[in-house]
């Protein structure tokens, strides 16, 4: 079974950036959809971005313009650039696979967390004003 692990968290001040790294067990070869999840304390986890077979993403309105999912196969990698970050992005976040096909919806947000089967166990990213 597929397997995932986050990397590169770690506390920022506000206005700076950080890529999140998360490296998958296996070949893709291009059938997994991907996302990015993230939880902040005594909240619920929400969606930050997905990326669908076709290569369609999707982002959360608040991280629209500021953060960019992308995959590279050869190193099995997905990856959540995050620029601009602001305080209010302190989470822990989360990556998230399926192999379910599901094609993203055209202006529409990503994918709620029932939509993945695979998880990672999530990489902390502070931010301080």
């Known amino acids: 079974q597929l397997q995932l692990m986050e990397s590169g968290g770690g506390s920022v001040q506000s206005g700076g950036s950080l890529t999140l790294s998360c490296l998958y067990s296996?070949?893709?070869?291009?059938?997994?959809?991907w996302g990015w999840f993230r939880q902040a304390p005594g909240k619920e986890r929400e969606a930050v971005a997905s990326?669908?077979?076709?290569?369609?993403?999707s982002y959360a309105d608040s991280v629209k313009g500021r953060f960019t999912i992308s995959e590279d196969a050869s190193k099995k990698t997905v990856y959540l650039q995050m620029n601009n970050l602001k305080p209010e992005d302190t989470a822990m976040y989360y990556c998230?696979?399926?192999?379910?096909?599901?094609?993203?919806?055209?202006?529409?947000?990503?994918?709620?967390?029932?939509?993945?089967?695979?998880w990672g166990q999530g990489t902390q990213v502070t931010v301080s004003s």
């Open positions: 296996e070949n893709s070869y291009g059938n997994y959809c």
């Open positions: 998230a696979a399926d192999k379910g096909g599901w094609l993203l919806r055209p202006l529409a947000p990503p994918p709620g967390e029932t939509e993945f089967s695979v």
């Open positions: 990326l669908d077979t076709a290569g369609s993403r």
